[in-house]
């Protein structure tokens, strides 16, 4: 699985040189810009340097490129001084370095016995992230009407957009997501407080259900083993394909008509995620060094690595890792 990590450097490096026509016109067409604003704290370098090389926002702003925006929005990776977290704020979609971070620090080692892998637990959520903070935009660009809290409307459009993806994408999306807020709902080591419900979105075990159900009443096959498992209880089951008609109605009501269909079936049909195995296309030297890599991560949990710098070099590796989810680099092995 590691293997893939050099290949996809030197993919994303040569992506300029590969990108046709059609997708330069189309990202010169596109009202979303996007920024890599250097970290003020030097802790988030690796991460900073990594998706720029991994050019991780361009690859969002094409998938973003169907959506006919009246005015530009800026889409940005920045340091917020502390603060884990992403926002929306007069056309400016800003995604903290530390919300990234705190991603890494969740991570699970190996694959978890729900099926989400290492990558999935980073690519679902901070692709959900920019989607939900991309829907407040809609939101206030198109003029949306809202009924209901505005931030569960966000984590719904978010979800249907994902939902709109390749299957298997669509899948390990909503897996990576689901184990972010399970994990953070985990954390909580006393009950929480009368105002932590207070707050303008849903706790985390709520939105945790509500992407399971939203996800469920979508595609019962697909999602079929999240009640079976009972991750999804059977009694919320019973309403989530009422719950995701409703989602849906809203969707193409309100923003389905400022949507160019052509380049959304482009966008949306193409494969964003790598398959669950991976057959790199490098020769013997390439692989030994993915072999190291690869026993660099067996040989031990990141936290239990010695040396920050070491565990700095292995989470720049997985991160890398984790956004060539947003590209083709590997095969079926
Ligand atoms: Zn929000």
């Known amino acids: 699985m590691k293997a893939v990590v050099v290949l996809v450097v030197t993919w994303t490096v040569l992506v300029p040189q590969i990108l046709t026509r059609a997708q330069a016109a189309a990202d010169r067409d596109s009202r979303v810009s996007v920024s890599y604003v250097p970290p003020k704290d030097p802790a988030h370098r690796a991460i900073y340097e990594q998706l720029?090389?991994?050019?991780?926002?361009?690859?969002?702003?094409r998938?973003?490129?169907?959506?006919?925006?009246?005015?530009a929005?800026?889409?940005?990776?920045?340091?917020?001084?502390?603060?884990?977290?992403?926002?929306?704020?007069?056309?400016?979609?800003?995604?903290?370095?530390?919300?990234?971070?705190?991603?890494?620090?969740?991570?699970?080692?190996?694959?978890?016995?729900?099926?989400?892998?290492?990558?999935?637990?980073?690519?679902?959520?901070?692709?959900?992230?920019?989607?939900?903070?991309?829907?407040?935009a809609l939101f206030e660009l198109l003029r949306v009407p809202v009924l209901g809290r505005e931030e569960d409307a966000a984590d719904q459009v978010s979800a249907y957009i994902m939902l709109h993806l390749g299957?298997?994408?669509?899948?390990?999306?909503?897996?990576?997501?689901?184990?972010?807020?399970?994990?953070?709902?985990d954390a909580a080591t006393a009950p929480p407080t009368m105002t932590q419900f207070a707050d303008v979105h849903g706790t985390p075990a709520q939105r945790f259900y509500n992407v399971l159900c939203i996800a469920y009443g979508a595609d019962k096959q697909l999602f079929g083993d999240l009640v079976e498992k009972g991750y999804l209880p059977k009694k919320r089951a019973e309403d989530c394909k009422d719950e995701y008609r409703q989602v849906a109605y809203a969707y193409e009501k309100l923003i389905g008509p400022h949507i160019d269909r052509g380049r959304a079936k482009k966008m949306f049909d193409k494969s964003w995620l790598p398959t669950q195995r991976y057959r790199c296309r490098a020769g013997p030297a390439r692989r030994n060094r993915n072999d190291a890599l690869i026993r660099d991560q067996t040989a031990g949990s990141l936290a239990s690595r010695s040396g920050r710098s070491a565990f700095r070099n292995i989470r720049a590796k997985w991160l890398g890792y984790a956004s060539a989810c947003f590209s083709k680099?590997?095969?079926?092995?």
């Open 52 to 61: 720029g090389q991994l050019r991780f926002l361009e690859k969002l702003q």
């Open 63 to 71: 998938l973003l490129t169907p959506f006919r925006l009246p005015r």
């Open 73 to 136: 929005l800026l889409v940005k990776l920045e340091g917020c001084d502390g603060d884990a977290n992403a926002f929306y704020e007069s056309n400016v979609i800003t995604v903290c370095y530390e919300y990234i971070d705190q991603l890494w620090k969740t991570m699970p080692a190996q694959t978890t016995a729900a099926g989400v892998t290492p990558a999935d637990a980073i690519v679902g959520p901070l692709f959900d992230t920019c989607l939900h903070e991309f829907a407040h």
């Open 167 to 185: 299957k298997a994408e669509a899948r390990r999306l909503i897996g990576g997501v689901a184990y972010a807020y399970k994990t953070e709902a």
């Open 329 to 333: 680099v590997c095969h079926v092995a």
